[in-house]
T-cell receptor, first 109, second 113 residues
């Protein structure tokens, strides 16, 4: 079966750095997405990786290793507004997104 | 309209009733999707449409039907609602049905009693 694993919850301090990991086992791979979802709101796009390596976009970076079935989202200079759930999703061989359950990130002052 | 809209925002429904969730996008995206989101689970694809006039089944299609008469609208119908269909429903769209980013509507919170 297809599976996306990510931690259920993480806590970090304002101004710090946090890394959210995602491991996947899917039938085929056509890219990996990270989305942010604030409570009660819709998911919003953060990043897309299809090749190995690090993609940096402001305070957020996303890394992919296809051989290891592994990705992480790195958030720097954490702000209170970064408190949200972060969803990892893999595009499988049928171009359907397989979603992880999400990681709830709690930021403390 | 800007982006994707969904209606209603929330609904309480008696079991056995028929319900249609509406979704409209103004981005001229070819592909549209319906997901449900339940606590502790990832988003699960119900149905999708890669272009107007075509639809396909996702991971959890039973009890749901869709139509795509035009580019903008993608309604989701529950023919006879059951309590297990209590969930938050998100509609999404993308330029095409391949590796393009999906953009989500605000969601509909549905409770079936």
């Amino acid at each position: 079966g297809q599976n996306i694993d990510q931690p259920t919850e993480m806590t970090a301090t304002e101004g710090a750095i946090v890394q959210i990991n995602c491991t996947y086992q899917t039938s085929g791979f056509n890219g990996l997405f990270w989305y942010q979802q604030h409570a009660g709101e819709a998911p919003t796009f953060l990043s897309y990786n299809v090749l190995d390596g690090l993609e940096e976009k402001g305070r957020f970076s996303s890394f992919l290793s296809r051989s290891k079935g592994y990705s992480y989202l790195l958030l720097k200079e954490l702000q209170m507004k970064d408190s949200a759930s972060y969803l990892c999703a893999v595009l499988d061989s049928n171009y359907q997104l397989i979603w992880g359950a999400g990681t709830k990130l709690i930021i403390k002052p | 309209i800007a982006g994707i809209t969904q209606a209603p925002t929330s609904q309480i429904l008696a079991a056995g009733r028929r319900m249609t969730l509406r979704c409209t996008q103004d981005m001229r995206h070819n592909a549209m999707y319906w997901y449900r989101q339940d606590l502790g689970l990832g988003l699960r694809l119900i149905h999708y449409s890669n272009t107007a006039g075509t639809t396909g089944k996702g991971e959890v299609p039973d009890g749901y039907s869709v139509s795509r008469a035009n580019t903008d609208d993608f309604p989701l119908t529950l023919a006879s609602a059951v309590p297990s269909q209590t969930s938050v429903y998100f509609c999404a769209s993308s330029v095409s049905g391949t590796s393009d980013t999906q953009y989500f509507g605000p969601g509909t919170r549905l409770t079936v009693l």
